[in-house]
């Protein structure tokens, strides 16, 4: 479990800002200690707002990074977090292969892997020279008819 000390750690850290733990923002950090954020998310989530200030999102600005307009609204905060952890997930699933599913007989074999081709049959020549044969043979029938 987190603690507003270790959410003020991963916020000065991700932020470069090294702030003193005030009455006002302990009370911020503890409600979303409650609400079950992690170090992480606050990474995650100033880590999120400096990505837009730098491709110059508008709305963000180097001000954004303060602790009164990125953590203090903490309901505002909680639902950045969950959009971006929701966001995570979907980018990492998107990166394993889909599963195929092929019977064996006894259930269901699930394979990650593409299926390897079958190998080409050699087909022998003279078996060939027949089927060319009969079919020009029934080709002249037809035409002669």
């Known amino acids: ?8 750690l991963a916020y000065q850290k991700a932020s470069g800002l090294d702030l003193t733990l005030t009455y ?4 911020s950090l503890t409600q979303l200690c409650e609400m079950g954020m992690t170090p992480e998310d606050m990474t995650m989530v100033i880590n999120h ?16 990074l303060d602790f009164r307009n990125s953590v203090a609204d903490v309901e505002k905060f909680e639902e950045l977090a969950v959009r971006l952890r929701a966001e995570a997930t979907r980018r990492r699933r998107s990166d394993k292969p889909v599963p195929r599913e092929q019977t064996d007989g006894k259930g269901v074999l699930r394979v ?28 002249g029938k037809r035409r002669l008819a």
């Open 112 to 139: 990650l892997d593409a299926p390897v081709p079958e190998e080409p049959k050699q087909i022998d020549p003279a078996v060939i020279a027949d089927q060319f044969l009969s079919l020009s043979q029934e080709f």
């Open 1 to 8: 479990m987190s603690t507003p000390q270790l959410l003020l």
């Open 49 to 64: 707002i400096k990505t837009q200030i730098k491709i110059g999102q508008k709305g963000f600005v180097q001000a954004s």
């Open 24 to 27: 006002s923002r302990q009370m």
